[in-house]
């Protein structure tokens, strides 16, 4: 499927985020140290906008990567590349032997 099309040039560094409460309603986002992996990057469709916004709840870009064992990567995960940060939505194996996983994530913001 994805795998045949291209090859994985795109340095992506992948880190887990951890919501910290901060008073009563507030959180405030801590980051793991995170790690680098090359990644094949694509686009599945366009999002639908309105007026510059994303209307929905949608997966923006696709990241395939090849996993090592014991790589948790999950939802709780997120991705920054290219100078934004892709929230992780769903995780999959593209083969059986558990080699390629692809990333199936949302664009949330500008990495700051």
């Given amino acids: ?43 599945p469709n366009s999002a639908t906008y309105f007026n510059s916004i994303q209307t929905e709840n949608v ?4 990241f395939e990567i090849i996993a090592n064992d014991g790589m948790p ?5 997120e991705i920054v590349w290219n100078g934004s940060v892709y929230r992780i939505k769903r995780c999959r194996w593209l083969d059986q032997l558990k080699k390629y996983l692809l990333l199936e994530c949302e ?6």
């Fill in 73 to 77: 990567i999950s939802v709780d995960y």
């Fill in 1 to 43: 499927m994805i795998r045949a099309a291209g090859k994985r040039n795109q340095k992506i560094l992948i880190r887990r985020r951890f919501d910290i409460p901060v008073g009563f309603s507030d959180v405030d986002p801590e980051y793991s140290k995170g790690f680098y992996k090359w990644a094949k990057v694509t686009q």
């Fill in 59 to 62: 997966i923006t870009h696709y």
């Fill in 107 to 112: 664009e949330f913001a500008l990495n700051e």
